[in-house]
């Protein structure tokens, strides 16, 4: 099973940036579907982007042209770079992971990340 855990988080002023890092250990990385998914306070989860193992993306419309997800294989390593950040971009932010063949997915831990004057 994958072990993830994020990074990056923080506050950051409206129309700043910051760059989210999920890195994995335990099983082989370049085998998973990777995603970003946000939980604002009161809200559901929500997916915000995702990377399959070939590099094929898929991104929230809230978010299109404001984010970017990557991914290091050889770093065992997921990115968010966040531009353009919003209010309504604050929340928690999760790293995923799905096994293509078992379905299996896990979870980080969090980070938080907060846009504010």
């Known amino acids: 099973q994958v072990q993830l855990v994020e990074s990056g988080g923080g506050l950051v002023q409206p129309g700043g940036s910051l760059r989210l890092s999920c890195s994995a250990s335990g099983s082989i990385f370049s085998l998973y579907v990777m995603g970003w998914y946000r939980q604002a306070p009161g809200k559901q989860r929500e997916l915000v982007a995702a990377?399959?193992?070939?590099?094929?993306?898929n991104y929230a419309d809230s978010v299109k042209g404001r984010f970017t997800i990557s991914r290091s294989n050889a770093k065992n390593t997921m990115y968010l770079q966040m531009n353009s950040l919003e209010p309504e971009d604050t929340a928690v932010y999760y790293c995923?992971?799905?096994?293509?063949?078992?379905?299996?997915?896990?979870w980080g831990q969090g980070t938080q990340v907060t846009v504010s004057s």
């Open positions: 995923n992971a799905a096994h293509p063949l078992t379905l299996r997915t896990a």
């Open positions: 990377i399959t193992s070939s590099g094929d993306t």
